[in-house]
Nanobody
Framework: HVQLVESGGGLVQAGGSLRLSCAAS????????MGWFRQAPGKERDFVAA????????YYADSVKGRFTISRDNANNTVYLQMNSLKPEDTAVYYC?????????????????WGQGTQVTVSS
């Protein structure tokens, strides 16, 4: 069983930065591919970023490319999402998730464990 706990959300002005953290329990974190998704009110949960188990490969949605950076610390079972140049349209609940052993990085169906989410609100 894997538990994921996000933190670091909050209220920030447009152009500001936030760093989200996702702390994972369990011995399998260092071999798990991880992703971040977000869900705005009334909308579907969308892919934001993902990282391979080794950290060698990263993937980003076009809407965040160049502004967000995903990283991980396997020694501390944590994955991060550094968010810079935030825009009001980035406002959402952000979730981290563990991808299944084999599958795409981009679809919610390919992830089997999810955190409870952390709210990010960007004011204009």
């Amino acid at each position: 069983h894997v538990q994921l706990v996000e933190s670091g959300g909050g209220l920030v002005q447009a152009g500001g930065s936030l760093r989200l953290s996702c702390a994972a329990s369990g011995r399998t974190f260092s071999t798990s591919n991880m992703g971040w998704f977000r869900q705005a009110p009334g909308k579907e949960r969308d892919f934001v970023a993902a990282i391979s188990w080794s950290g060698d490969s990263t993937y980003y949605a076009d809407s965040v490319k160049g502004r967000f950076t995903i990283s991980r610390d396997n020694a501390n079972n944590t994955v991060y999402l550094q968010m810079n140049s935030l825009k009001p349209e980035d406002t959402a609940v952000y979730y981290c998730a563990r991808r299944r052993i084999a599958g795409s990085y981009f679809y919610t169906e390919e992830y089997d464990y999810w955190g409870q989410g952390t709210q990010v609100t960007v004011s204009s």
